[in-house]
């Protein structure tokens, strides 16, 4: 098992920025790729960013692309989500997900999920 625990989040006014944290434990080692994704009131929770826990390759939805910054501290094992210039669509339950094998985007192919942290932007 792996367990994940999100922090960072907040309210913020438009522009600004935050930074998320996922902190994993248990079974850290089984972990191929981390991936944050969002769900906003009302809608579907979405893709948002992912890394390869070894050769840190990541890969951007478009809304995050040239704003959002997904890093990773093996030692540490926590995955950051360095959000700036931040719209008020950005507002959603951020969530820090790992997947043990082969991934993508789909969050069926992710195996454990954090309890997520509430993002908020006001205009």
């Known amino acids: 098992q792996v367990q994940l625990v999100e922090s960072g989040g907040g309210l913020v006014q438009a522009g600004g920025s935050l930074r998320l944290s996922c902190a994993a434990s248990?079974?850290?080692?089984?972990?191929?790729?981390m991936g944050w994704f969002r769900q906003a009131p009302g809608k579907e929770r979405e893709f948002v960013a992912r890394?390869?826990?070894?050769?840190?390759?990541?890969d951007y939805a478009d809304s995050g692309k040239g704003r959002f910054t997904i890093s990773r501290d093996n030692a540490k094992k926590t995955v950051y989500l360095q959000m700036n210039s931040l719209k008020p669509e950005d507002t959603s339950v951020y969530f820090c997900?790992?997947?043990?094998?082969?991934?993508?985007?789909?969050?069926?192919?992710?195996?454990?999920w954090g309890q997520g942290t509430q993002v908020a932007v006001s205009s």
């Open positions: 248990g079974r850290t080692f089984s972990i191929d790729t």
């Open positions: 890394i390869t826990w070894s050769a840190g390759i990541t």
């Open positions: 997900a790992a997947a043990t094998g082969f991934s993508g985007r789909r969050q069926a192919s992710y195996d454990y």
